[in-house]
């Protein structure tokens, strides 16, 4: 069974920096995508940032400069390093991780998620 574990969420001042990370148990062969989305109160999820197991990555245009996704695929690992952290960074993280089959089906794993706040 797939497990993703998120780590390293809080509370920053404006301006500041968090790494996430997330590692993935309980698969033997790594994802052809991971990355994260976020949810902010009273808002839909939304992607943030993802990598490709050949290490193309993908932004949304609010984060593009001050976001920095990377990956291990030996490990089945991904953070996420947030610099120049804004108020409407504020949300839920969640980490995620797909599989896409022989046929283009996707398969999708979630983490539980990790807080960040960004608040003075």
């Known amino acids: 069974q797939v497990q993703l574990v998120e780590s390293g969420g809080g509370l920053v001042q404006p301006g500041g920096s968090l790494r996430l990370s997330c590692a993935a148990s309980?698969?033997?062969?790594?994802?052809?995508?991971m990355g994260w989305h976020r949810q902010a109160p009273g808002n839909e999820r939304e992607l943030v940032a993802t990598i490709s197991s050949g290490g193309v990555t993908n932004y949304a245009d609010s984060v593009k400069g001050r976001f920095t996704i990377s990956r291990a695929n030996a490990d089945n690992t991904v953070h996420l390093q947030m610099n120049s952290l804004r108020s409407d960074d504020t949300a839920v993280y969640f980490c995620?991780?797909?599989?896409?089959?022989?046929?283009?089906?996707?398969?999708?794993?979630w983490g539980q998620g990790t807080q960040v706040t960004v608040s003075s």
């Open positions: 995620n991780a797909v599989r896409v089959g022989a046929l283009g089906q996707k398969y999708n794993f």
């Open positions: 309980g698969s033997a062969n790594r994802f052809d995508i």
